[in-house]
């Protein structure tokens, strides 16, 4: 049974869904060659705006066809299964918030006049001056931006078109200072840093602290756990419940994975540098365990401490050698000084 959608306006300001089920393998041309029979249509209307999912119950409609006598009736549990998808709507209120807020803007609706900005740029250009944006010049290309779609490319041409600069398409500096620009607001705007909304945690999570120490978070994780062992999964979760670690955590995604963040993948990396993690030759859940030698981490230290006195000492030992090597220049110029004027003498 294949499910077709068709997306409709509501005269109640939200969108109807139209959800077909029909075992028919071809699609009809006409609507009559439809057998009421082997088709179910469930109408589903969606809210049209962000705010309106927070109070969203979903209204349905449902059509059962009657059947001609002789022919078995539809099934039960495909009618029962439905009704069950329509009576939960309300637990997709969150996805469909979020799906309308990624959904770009029509072009021109609610935009601010970009007029100011035209008269802006085409003023320093003209006086030969160095651009520098202002905060209503930022609203006016965040106001673009949002007209875009996620996967949609910044084209600098068409950007230059809608704020009222396609004049001055031909200077190459100012579409350089523009398309970094537009892409450093874009950039914000995946962290919720721009527009006049406040970031939702869920949506836009907090990046790295600058200060974070990823060995040092692996120590406190595998210390935390019982016998100071346990994979890097275990040690991750302690991080996650840790109050005063987890808001550093950087959530975004790793860059070409599709499920593991930035901060695991550093913690990854940090366990190579962590030669005070061995392994205990066991297994769970298809990981590595790995301990946390303490005997190892004062060696450690104790060999960082040997090798900072070695540095010391052949650093001194350079110095002082350079200190005899000028002194004995020093007497090989006076002694050559003093052999020409013998010479000059005699």
């Not at 209307?45 to 209204?59: E, I, L, M, Q």
Request: charged fraction near 35%.
């Amino acid at each position: 049974m294949k499910p077709s959608c068709t997306p409709e306006r509501s005269p109640l300001g939200g969108e109807q869904l139209h959800v077909e089920l029909s075992r028919k393998r071809r699609r009809c041309s006409n609507a009559s060659d439809v057998d009421p029979l082997k088709s179910k249509t469930v109408t589903l209307t969606v809210p049209a705006s962000p705010a309106d999912t927070r109070n969203f119950k979903g209204t349905t409609s449902w059509q059962e066809p009657a059947h001609k006598p002789g022919e078995p009736a539809i099934s039960k549990i495909v009618a029962l299964a439905i009704k069950l998808v329509l009576h939960n709507a309300k637990r997709c209120a969150p996805v469909l918030e979020r799906l309308l807020k990624e959904r770009p803007r029509a072009p021109g609706a609610d935009l601010q006049d970009p007029s100011s900005l035209a008269a802006y740029i085409t003023t320093i250009r003209a006086q030969g001056g160095k651009i520098k944006w202002r905060s209503e010049d930022e609203q006016i290309m965040y106001d673009y931006l949002t007209t875009l779609r996620p996967d949609d490319k910044v084209k600098t041409r068409h950007a230059m078109q809608m704020l009222g600069i396609a004049h001055l398409s031909g200077d190459d500096k100012l579409c350089n200072t523009l398309c970094a620009k537009l892409n450093s607001l874009r950039n914000k705007m995946k962290h919720g840093a721009v527009g006049s909304e406040p970031a939702d945690e869920e949506d836009h999570p907090r990046r790295r602290a600058a200060s974070v120490d990823y060995k040092g978070l692996l120590k406190r994780a595998y210390l935390a756990l019982p016998g100071h062992k346990g994979t890097l999964a275990e040690a991750a979760r302690v991080l996650e419940a840790d109050p005063e670690v987890s808001p550093q955590l950087d959530r975004r995604l790793y860059r070409s994975s599709k499920r593991t963040p930035i901060w695991r993948q550093y913690l990854r990396n940090a366990r190579s540098r962590c030669p005070q993690l061995v392994k205990t030759g066991e297994e769970r859940g298809g990981d590595m365990v790995l301990r946390w030698h303490m005997e190892a981490e004062g060696t450690e230290e104790k060999e960082a401490t040997q090798q900072q006195g070695e540095e010391r000492e052949e650093e001194k030992k350079t110095k002082d050698q350079k200190k005899k090597n000028r002194k004995d220049d020093r007497k090989k110029k006076k002694a050559r000084e003093g052999k020409a004027d013998r010479r000059g003498s005699t």
